[in-house]
């Protein structure tokens, strides 16, 4: 069992960021990441899609005989972890309770913003998890749908990607909020971008640290962390393979690795 790996999925090249911090953190354990690339963004679609978009790939990472599982992406985290939980055979962990709990443990002055998708805003999942944590801290949330096309087409450092955060910022720099939750794994690769723009006062809280923290401490605890070697990377994409390699390098900043096209059930 602990020779076994870690399975990762995203609706796309987002949670690659998670998986970049994981390397570094866990770098003895071996990684598969599943980019659920034919079906992105998760961000505009009904809950049922994406709750059987998450269970087909849950279902491939378990056929592949991982220990446990990361959803690193919000919105399937708000909207089908508790069915995946109830369906796969080995933990599954998503980001919301650890990116809430940092961000409430953060907070000095019980407000704090969350910079999602519109599917993760509707969810509320944000709120409620800060609210079950502590019923004073008050969430603001503010849907930023271009941030991803921004990141994956490598716009960022052009003229209209200051722009474009500046404008969806506004508000939370109006809300008060001394903490902000980087509530898409996309959102991290302009996160000094985000801190200029909202200033040194504010803390941000990267879900890829985080789920780090938490992937590493369950397996700790469970004795299942890889003892010996240096950890392996597979990286499957449902669609366009090559296209997904050729954009990953805005995320990763550097070149991965053969990508293998494994396509979902219908």
Known sequence: ?????????????GGLTILKTLSKALPKENLIYFGDTVNTPYGSKSKAAITRFSLDIARFLEQ?????????????????LAELQKKISVPVIGVIEPGALAAARSTQNGRVAVLATEATVHSKAYPLALQRLDKRIRAFQRACPMFVPLIEE?????????????????????????????????????????????GKKIHLVDSADVVAEEVKTRLTRTDRLNPRGRGSLKIYASDDPVRFKRLAKHILGRELPRVYLKKLNP
């Open 1 to 13: 069992m602990n020779t076994r790996a870690i399975g990762i999925f995203d609706s796309g090249l």
């Open 154 to 198: 490598g716009w960022t450092h052009k003229s209209a990607g200051p722009l474009i955060v500046q404008d969806y910022l506004a508000p939370v720099a109006r809300s008060g909020a001394d903490t902000v939750i980087l509530g898409c794994t996309h959102y991290p690769v302009i996160k000094r971008l985000i801190a200029q723009t909202l």
């Open 64 to 80: 592949q005989g991982v220990k446990l599982i990361v959803v690193a992406c919000n919105t399937a985290s708000a909207l089908a």
